[in-house]
């Protein structure tokens, strides 16, 4: 099959949604010429009042892509670093999320907000966050964080496609990612999990770009450990029932995910986990997440960001009875 | 403000030494000794140099991304040798190794710059308001692109500073281009200094190309700020003489700047203006010129010691530290 890079993958999906469905539309800030290139080229082919440069305002990108929505559109707002989300965080949190159920669920607000996520680039707090946290917290919200370059195009065309708002977060790590995405048409669903590997011993759900550091611990320790490797894709909502059939398997857990680990989304699903199969388990769930710091600038940032070997320890850690 | 001999020579030894730290970071990025990105400032120095050089010690100011400050930290007499050591992360640097490009010099009145545009325009507002209680005549200079003026809160600032009469003086840096998007797709009117009449505020626009230009007008408006007649509002129109970061493409909407484009600019070059003006006034000799290159490159040589001798942060204790003050 043909290799797409997860850019080119994103990019393409965006070609085909404007193609399909000319209520859908792209504003932010500098998407005609794309700062990481998954909107490059789009403009020569639908024009600049689809593929729309704004100026340097979050708030108004965000909050009109909001508005167009009510009104019938399907507008995708690029918010270009999803640290820059906090910006909008009215529009986003308040506005997208809340709005339906406030007027009795009679209205649809079909927008997607796309953005980059992750670090590991020694850009400190402003340009290296996983900011979905915050967004799952504020029920309304769909939350996709694709891994590969095959769900980042099936998930951002049914989140196009989807009647809510769906934040879209891909993350800067995998742009290059080369992988298998087949010509024709398909979409992924939302809420269903990706089993990227079949284990026995202890289950791994890592999300987005942490999938490597995940597989890179199960190659490593794989004459030792049987390892199931789970990719959620969409956290809200989340497939618990493929996590849970795994647990029910291995009774042990590690959740790796790049948000900072406090109110975080793996201590979300430790609880779901446990709420459910607490007697399933025979050890307790480990968290492989960003310390409870500021992410630095400089390589201090490595003190803070989830490491290889820490995703290691951590299910050497819960294979001990 | 009527400058002198000095001033000018002042001016000119800070616009060059600028140059030079922003060509050693664009090679250093290259080598790998800087980390993370780089932003130059060639082309746009003058705003943060002449902005900066005649302020008091204590006055408060918020460096523009370009050249992630430099114009502006050299301009108010901080030594850059610890922001590039930051910069290059290591732990002799303003932010122990901890800010990356980001950067504080409490001393100097820099409280720090942001990686979110237009985070500076609340904050000088903040600024503003403690040196006004301060009551010593302490001014805010809050430099920005044309682009950072489209955000949203530069008019809740502008509007608290207008109100409360703050001693802040908003310079505009407007090289007609945010990244990728021209000027004048995303501000309906000629100049920004527009913008300031709506909150009452005094402004003038003015070569950004001239550095002598921009000091006048900025220390015009600082001395109103000091003797408490608030906030005023000064645009300088410069350039932006190469892509936006080291490694972006260099386009407008998607379609590249051409080299005609460039060209036209680095005409105006801040730099040889003022020298070829400072050389037929005699205030500088080709002598003078030359010792002042001279004086850079060993200043640059210093720097890059102090950066390879410095040791990179390796405790994560630091970060305990640094979170939460006693
Ligand atoms: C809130 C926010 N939005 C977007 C960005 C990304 N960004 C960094 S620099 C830049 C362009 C800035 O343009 P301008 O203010 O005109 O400054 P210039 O670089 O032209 O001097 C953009 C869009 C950011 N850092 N922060
Ligand atoms: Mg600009």
Redesign the interface.
Known sequence: MRELMYLQAINEAFAEELERDEKVFLMGEGIQTGTFGTTTGLVDRFGPDRIMDTPISETAIAGAAVGASLMGYRPVADMMFSDFMYIAADEILLKAAQWRLLQGGTQQLPCVFVANIGGYRKLGNEHSQCPYSMMLHNPGLKVVIPSTPYDAKGLLKTAIRDNNPVIFLYHKGLLPVMGEVPEEDYTVPFGVADIRREGTDVTVVATSFQLFWAEAAADMLKDEISIEIIDPRTLEPLDIDTIMTSVRKTGRVVIVDEDTERCGFAGELATQIMERGFYDLDAPIKRVCAKNYPIPGGIMEKFVLPQPEWVVQAIKDVMVD | MEFGKEDLIKLYVNLVRTRAFDRAAIKWLATGKL???YHPAEGGEAPGVGGTTFLRKDDVISPHLRGHGLPHMIGKGVDPKRYMA?HC?KAT?F?N??????SAMDEFGMFGG?????SCFPLSAGWGLAAKKNGTGQVVVCFFGD??S???TWHEAANMAAVWKLPIVWVCENNGV????PIQ???PLEDLANMASAYGMPSAVVDGQDVVAVAEAVMAAVEMARNGDGPSFIECKTARFSAHGIG??D?L??KDRTTEDIAKLRERDPIVLFRTSLLEKGVLTPDDVERIDQEAVAEIDETEKFIDESP??DD?A??DA??YAE
């Not at chain 2, 942001?114 to 237009?118: E, F």
Request: proline residues 7%; glycine residues 26%.
């Open positions: 980390l993370s990105f930051e992360g640097g932010g190794g901890l800010g990356g490009f980001h942001t990686g979110t545009l237009g682009g950072t489209n955000r949203g945010a990244q990728y998007m797709d995303a501000y972006n493409p386009k909407h998607g990179f942060p994560p630091l970060l640094a979170l």
